[in-house]
């Protein structure tokens, strides 16, 4: 995921699982013995060839059951809103810290759509790419931003839509996320921080606002970041972005 196209990664839709190898049959090399005259043939045992027919049924219901639960293969698409609201939340004056800032976050909840993520500390990579973690069941917290539950900031979680190979990502759902929808952050302390959903936005990525994204300024906020919109199969990335906005449940606006 290019910090300049914030985004890239997620995998693209698995294409339809191929049919079983092997031709008919399953072997048994054909070879006749004397037995065949009374009806039978060299090959393997009936309960050896049942146990292969159910592990040749299991390899292709697997990819089968992928291919009807994945994501669209069009990607997520979201009605954007509370755009205002994210922008003010830039815009406030950051308030004094009064306290220490908390551990780095280790898991990441949302409960109301079943999202669940462990979470690591990820940077930037070579070539100025975001980085994401390799398991697309992980989120990455943006380390060189505000840790989560800071006085100030927007702290920035990034998750993969899907993947090819592993299936569904840990942000998949975030296009069910509403207004009022809380997050829930476990940092590694072992402390419960609680945020609720102000914004839902989506954007091309060349019209992403990065500055609002990554900007370590303004209200305390928290940012969970993914792709979403037509999967172009020739770059191999989703065409847009899709951000939720949240902020501190005890600050969120009455």
């Known amino acids: 995921m290019s910090r300049n196209a914030v985004g ?3 995998g693209a839709p698995p294409p339809p699982p191929p049919p079983p190898g092997g031709g008919r049959g399953g072997g048994g090399g054909g070879v006749v013995s004397r037995n065949a005259v009374r009806g039978r043939v060299n090959g393997p045992p009936r309960h050896t060839v049942r146990r292969w027919a159910l592990v040749v ?3 292709v219901a697997v990819p089968l059951l992928w291919w009807w639960a994945r994501p669209d293969a069009a990607g997520p698409e979201v009605g954007s ?3 205002r609201a994210a922008d003010a939340l830039a815009a406030a004056p950051a308030p004094a810290a009064s306290e220490p800032a908390p551990a780095p976050p280790a898991e990441v909840s949302v409960p109301s759509v079943g999202l669940r993520a462990p979470v690591v500390a ?4 070579e070539g100025g790419q975001l980085e994401v973690p390799g398991d697309v069941a992980t989120a990455g917290w943006y380390r060189a931003g505000p840790v989560p539950g800071q006085a100030s900031g927007s702290s920035v979680l990034v998750g993969h ?3 090819v190979e592993q299936g569904p990502g840990a942000f998949a759902r ?3 996320v509403e207004l009022g929808d809380v997050v829930r952050l476990r940092t590694e302390s072992g402390q419960d921080l609680r945020f609720t959903v102000v914004a839902r936005e989506q954007w091309a990525k060349s019209e992403v606002p990065l500055d609002r994204l990554f900007d370590t300024g303004g209200a305390a906020r928290l940012v969970l970041l993914t ?3 037509v999967f172009d199969r020739d770059s191999g990335a989703y065409e847009d972005n899709i951000a939720v906005t949240a902020v501190p449940l005890d600050r969120a606006p009455g």
């Open 161 to 163: 839509v899907n993947d």
């Open 122 to 125: 990820v940077g930037v990579a």
């Open 81 to 83: 809103s509370g755009g």
């Open 57 to 59: 049924v299991a390899l």
């Open 227 to 229: 792709c979403g919109g």
């Open 8 to 10: 890239g990664g997620g």
């Open 174 to 176: 975030i296009a069910e």
